[in-house]
C-alpha cells in the first residue's frame, strides 16, 4: 500500500495558523492520483462515505459541538477493476483537528442600539451585563454553528425556569433576545438583543444551565 491522502484544513482560523484550532471546520483532500476516488469515515472506520468531487469535506459533517475533531480517510479505484500503485487501496490516514467558536465580544449600548458584527465561520457571541442594554448582533449564521453566550448573566432560582430570564421573539430586524437578570421577566427587561440582519430562524443561546433554542 502508499501513503494515504493528504488532509487540511480549509482554514485554521485559530490564534496561530498552524495548531489545528479552527471555527471553520472545511478540510481539504490533497495528494489524490488520476483515475482514483476518496471515501472517508468519521466514526472510526465502521461506515465510509463517498468523497466529492470538490476533494472536500464539509464542515457541517462534523456537526458544531466544540472538542475534538477525527476523520479517516482512503484513496481508491475508482471500479476496483485497476490495482492502485502496491494494492488496489492506499493505506488510510487519519486526521484530529479542534472546533471552536471564535469569540466575538458583543457591544452592549444603554438607551439606544450598538452593533457587533460575526465572523467566518462559528462565532460566540459573548453578552456582558448592562442594565437596560440594547445591542444588534450583525452576521448570526446557524447554519455555521454560531451561538449567543448569556452565561455569568444570571444563575436560576429555585422554583424558577428559564423562561422567567430569557424570551426568543421574532421581531422586525430579526430574532429578539428579551432577557431579565432577576428572572422577572414578565415585568422587567434587562437586555434586549436583536440577533441577524433580517434573519428570522431558529438561534442557540448560551445560559449557565444549558442551551435555549428557538
Keep these: 500500500m502508499t501513503s494515504g491522502p493528504s488532509i487540511t484544513l480549509k482554514s485554521d482560523a485559530g490564534v496561530s495558523s498552524t495548531d489545528g484550532i479552527t471555527n471553520i471546520s472545511t478540510l481539504t483532500i490533497g495528494d489524490l492520483a488520476a483515475g482514483t476516488s476518496w ?27 466544540e472538542g475534538v ?17 502496491n494494492g488496489s487501496e492506499s493505506s488510510i490516514r487519519t486526521y484530529e483537528f479542534t472546533f471552536q467558536r ?4 458583543a457591544n452592549i449600548g444603554e438607551g439606544y442600539t450598538f452593533e457587533t458584527k460575526g465572523t467566518a465561520g462559528a462565532d460566540r457571541f459573548v453578552v456582558s451585563i448592562a442594565k437596560n442594554g440594547f445591542s444588534s448582533l450583525r452576521n448570526y449564521r446557524a447554519d455555521q454553528g454560531d451561538m ?8 436560576i432560582d429555585a422554583g424558577k425556569q428559564i423562561s422567567d430570564y430569557i424570551r426568543i421573539t421574532t421581531g422586525v430586524g430579526g430574532r429578539d433576545v ?8 414578565a415585568t422587567n427587561r434587562d437586555l434586549h438583543l436583536v440577533v ?3 434573519y428570522f430562524g431558529e438561534i442557540s443561546v448560551m445560559y449557565s444551565g444549558g442551551v435555549l433554542v428557538g
Design 196 to 198: 441577524g440582519n433580517s
Design 148 to 155: 449567543v453566550d448569556l452565561r455569568g448573566l444570571f444563575e
Design 102 to 105: 471564535q469569540t466575538v465580544e
Design 39 to 65: 471515501k472517508y469515515s468519521l466514526d472510526g472506520g465502521a461506515t465510509w462515505k463517498a468523497g466529492s468531487a470538490t476533494n472536500e469535506i464539509a464542515a457541517s459533517e462534523f456537526g458544531f459541538d
Design 69 to 85: 475533531k477525527s476523520v479517516k480517510v482512503q484513496q481508491f479505484t475508482t471500479d476496483g477493476s485497476e490495482p492502485f500503485p
Design 178 to 185: 428579551s432577557v431579565s437578570y432577576d428572572g422577572q421577566l
